[in-house]
């Protein structure tokens, strides 16, 4: 039997052996909202087949100390009966069952044009919010100015001692990536990443619906960066918040090498360059972007099962353009503000290491 305790976490505790369960604070110990009252925050939450993952997910959400927000759970047509094991929830929640996988893209704007806080937060259905989430999240707002995003400081859930992500970065060339994936926890500062990874994300609502969404050709993976960019040209940024914190199990359900994965992976990074560089920015990089992403397929020859998507993925992505592709972007950043939040160091791709490092005040 494996027990994970997870700090800082008072009333949430989860032990792991067949099944994951959580206790959590009892009604009486919070004054749930009136349904009149306009919530501070909208929690999306997108289910496809999150099976024991999801009642812990919702149950760290009943446990939060800002009380005042509403939820939609949208069920893509899981068929592992998840929604069965949801525990009994107030009217702060609402369940839309989609009856097929719209996607996580689709899904997560449906939702948001529900939505009635000025700003929505992403939860995936594989993490667990820390009692203090939303609040910290919401908080973290006023930390640079114009800031439409926030990240969330994310651990593995079944390896504590790491973390899952530390923000989401973006290379010059075209290469995204999760800083601090599986680094030893450490301390760390709240600070300025290029976007928030979408497991935990937070968003101006008003912001994210003027801008599009997210695009809804991606399905799923990339798309939270390429929103991140689209906000970034229009001269928004993100904080990333170490106080704000969830605890991801980190690609249960699609896999984290999965040809799925591997094949959205790779197109949607290529449409996110394509769809968003500057044209003057996209003369100059165009090439390095093709030579990193032959640097992927020769690398992935050398990694079992990943060659074919990854091959297919470019295929799509250098041929092929998003059919719904959200209208274009005036952008107000100038280049040197755009240039300063990408990174230009290849090595932090490849150690996963942040971008920006100096903390907020």
């Not at 009486?28 to 999801?54: F, H, M, Q, R």
């Not at 908080?139 to 800031?147: H, I």
């Not at 353009?321 to 490849?350: C, D, E, F, H």
Request: net charge positive; proline share 5%; aromatic share 12%.
């Amino acid at each position: 039997m494996l027990f994970l305790y997870v700090n800082r976490l008072p009333k949430l505790s989860f032990c792991l052996q067949q099944r994951l369960s959580f206790n959590v604070a009892s009604d009486t110990d919070c004054d749930v909202p009136t349904s009149s009252t306009k919530p501070e925050v909208s929690v999306i939450i997108v289910n496809y087949n999150a099976g024991k993952y999801l009642r812990p997910c919702i149950e760290s959400l009943l446990s939060q100390t800002l009380v005042n927000f509403e939820c939609f759970l949208i069920d893509n047509g899981s068929t592992d009966g998840s929604l069965d094991t949801l525990p009994e929830l107030d009217d702060r929640f609402t369940i839309i069952e989609a009856k097929k996988n719209l996607g996580f893209a689709v899904a997560n704007n449906r939702a948001a044009s529900q939505a009635s806080a000025d700003w929505i937060a992403l939860l995936n259905p594989d993490a667990f919010a820390r009692f203090d989430w939303l609040e910290k999240g919401l908080n973290a707002r006023t930390g640079l100015p114009n800031t439409a995003m926030v990240g969330s400081t994310q651990y593995l859930a079944l390896e504590p001692e790491k973390f899952d992500g530390l923000g989401d970065e973006y290379h010059a060339f075209g290469i995204a990536w999760r800083a601090g994936f599986n680094h030893p926890v450490h301390d760390i500062e709240t600070r300025e990443t290029f976007g928030p990874c979408g497991a935990g994300a937070f968003y101006d609502r008003h912001i994210f619906q003027r801008l599009g969404g997210f695009d809804e050709s991606f399905f799923c993976y990339h798309e939270d960066v390429d929103l991140a960019f689209r906000m970034r040209l229009a001269g928004y940024r993100c904080v990333q918040s170490s106080d704000a914190i969830i605890d991801h199990v980190s690609s249960a359900i699609s896999g984290r090498a999965s040809d799925f994965a591997v094949y959205h992976g790779t197109r949607n990074r290529i449409w996110t360059f394509f769809n968003n560089m500057p044209p003057a920015l996209l003369i100059l990089l165009a090439i390095p972007h093709v030579l990193a992403n032959l640097a992927f397929l020769s690398v992935s020859i050398f990694r079992e099962g990943r060659f074919k998507p990854t091959f297919r993925g470019m295929r799509h992505g250098f041929f092929t353009r998003p059919k719904s592709k959200p209208k274009k972007i005036k952008r107000i950043a100038t280049y040197s503000q755009l240039l300063k939040s990408m990174g230009w160091n290849p090595l932090k791709v490849v150690k996963r290491e942040s971008v920006h490092n100096q903390p907020l005040p």
